[in-house]
T-cell receptor, first 115, second 113 residues
Framework: NAGVTQTPKFRILKIGQSMTLQCTQD?????MYWYRQDPGMGLKLIYY???????DKGEVPNGYNVSRSTTEDFPLRLELAAPSQTSVYFCASSYSGGSRIDTIYFGEGSWLTVV | KNQVEQSPQSLIILEGKNCTLQ??????????LRWYKQDTGRGPVSLTIMTFSENTKSNGRYTATLDADTKQSSLHITASQLSDSASYIC????????????FGKGTMLLVSP
């Protein structure tokens, strides 16, 4: 059972470039999330999805886009990369939302540096 | 504004010793409180989830307590091992919306041999 799988693990982008972080889960979870973790800070929600075809903004959505065409996949698109997007990105999934007591499973993270 | 504060920021203990990490929150309306362990360079892994009615929950050598009246939680680690060296993150969920988690900044624990 792979859980939540993110790719790539590491990436260096130049300012203005675009890229997609891939995320897939094999637990048939309805909810999927993208977080960013900056040094010394708590995780911040970028976007989330409650099911295929449904996405919504989190706390820090500017500069990002997502799509959810299948239950398994939830890619995060960075458009026109900026140094402020240098961070560690975590994809996560759960059967139901955070107000329920289902475990939220996290991927291993994607380290992104924008230079 | 929902907030989660953790203390201490970092902690060094000797292998075999016990330690207690603290979490204070101002999240409303409260739904549940989670503790996660995050090894360096890895994603967070769930340790415990506690609801309003639960005072204590254990997971092996990890025991979490919750006082919903004072809005405080603690994570007690017994007989620490080198593998306990990690960041421990307190996460509080509110009872509204689809994704309402507020993350603390974490306590960095180093277990020294």
């Amino acid at each position: 059972n792979a859980g939540v799988t993110q790719t790539p693990k590491f990436r260096i982008l130049k300012i203005g470039q675009s890229m997609t972080l891939q995320c897939t889960q094999d637990m048939n979870h309805n909810y999927m999330y993208w977080y960013r973790q900056d040094p010394g800070m708590g995780l911040k929600l970028i976007y989330y999805s409650v099911g295929a075809g449904i996405t919504d903004k989190g706390e820090v959505p500017n500069g990002y886009n997502v799509s959810r065409s299948t239950t398994e996949d939830f890619p995060l698109r960075l458009e026109l990369a900026a140094p402020s997007q240098t961070s560690v990105y975590f994809c996560a999934s759960s059967y139901s939302g955070g107000s329920r007591i289902d475990t939220i499973y996290f991927g291993e993270g994607s380290w992104l540096t924008v230079v | 504004k929902n907030q989660v504060e953790q203390s201490p920021q970092s902690l060094i203990i000797l292998e075999g010793k016990n330690c207690t990490l603290q979490c204070n929150y101002t999240v409303s309306p409260f739904s549940n409180l989670r503790w996660y362990k995050q090894d360096t360079g890895r994603g967070p892994v769930s340790l415990t989830i506690m609801t309003f009615s639960e005072n204590t929950k254990s997971n092996g050598r990890y025991t979490a307590t919750l006082d919903a009246d004072t809005k405080q939680s603690s994570l007690h680690i017994t007989a620490s091992q080198l593998s306990d060296s990690a960041s421990y993150i307190c996460v509080v969920s509110a009872h509204s919306g689809y994704s309402t988690l507020t993350f603390g900044k974490g306590t960095m624990l180093l277990v020294s041999p």
